[in-house]
Nanobody
Framework: QVQLVESGGGLVQPGGSLRLSCAASGSIFSIGAMAWYRQVPGKQRDLVAGITNSGGTNYADSVKGRFIISRDNAKNTVYLQMNSLKPEDTAVYYC???????????????WGQGTQVTVSS
């Protein structure tokens, strides 16, 4: 069994920073691409940032220059450093990963449970 557990969400004032973490655990052989998504009530879940297993990154236009995605392959963890936060960044943030389990023949997509980020004064 594989789990993704996010942490680091909370309440922050506009202009502030937060760092989200997402750790994968379980019977993992390898992890491919990892990503952060966010969702507000009544809207679809949107990609925020993604990172390949070799470190290539991509970002939504709305967060370019403010957010940084990174990963620690030794810890099976992906991070999202969020700076200059705006009220419109308020959402539930989810991590996603393509994981090959030790007993599997192909990779599968896993999601975390989500962590709330609220940007408000």
């Amino acid at each position: 069994q594989v789990q993704l557990v996010e942490s680091g969400g909370g309440l922050v004032q506009p202009g502030g920073s937060l760092r989200l973490s997402c750790a994968a655990s379980g019977s993992i052989f390898s992890i491919g691409a990892m990503a952060w998504y966010r969702q507000v009530p009544g809207k679809q879940r949107d990609l925020v940032a993604g990172i390949t297993n070799s470190g290539g990154t991509n970002y939504a236009d709305s967060v370019k220059g403010r957010f940084i995605i990174s990963r620690d392959n030794a810890k099976n963890t992906v991070y999202l450093q969020m700076n200059s936060l705006k009220p419109e960044d308020t959402a539930v943030y989810y991590c996603k990963a393509r994981i090959l389990r030790r007993t599997a023949v192909s990779s599968e997509t896993y999601w975390g449970q989500g962590t709330q980020v609220t940007v408000s004064s």
